[in-house]
């Protein structure tokens, strides 16, 4: 799927940011326009916890895949 729109206004980067930041203040949900092929579908996004970056968090009970993966080829 791609999107289209935030919020009714054509998607951009600053513009989905905004509607995040706005979302965490005003409790509206984000209004995503989502297109797959020549289908459209209007999602609201219920999500008011402003912006996060992702992170790994090591499990030690885990084998360490990401290293092994990651690592140079011998």
Known sequence: MHLEA???????VSGLREAIL???KNK???KLLLKRGDEYRTVLLD???GLRMPHLDRVDSVPDRLN??????K
């Open 6 to 12: 935030v919020n009714d206004q054509k998607y951009t």
């Open 22 to 24: 706005a979302a965490e």
């Open 28 to 30: 509206t949900p984000v």
């Open 47 to 49: 999500y008011h916890d």
């Open 68 to 73: 092994a993966i990651v690592s140079p080829s």
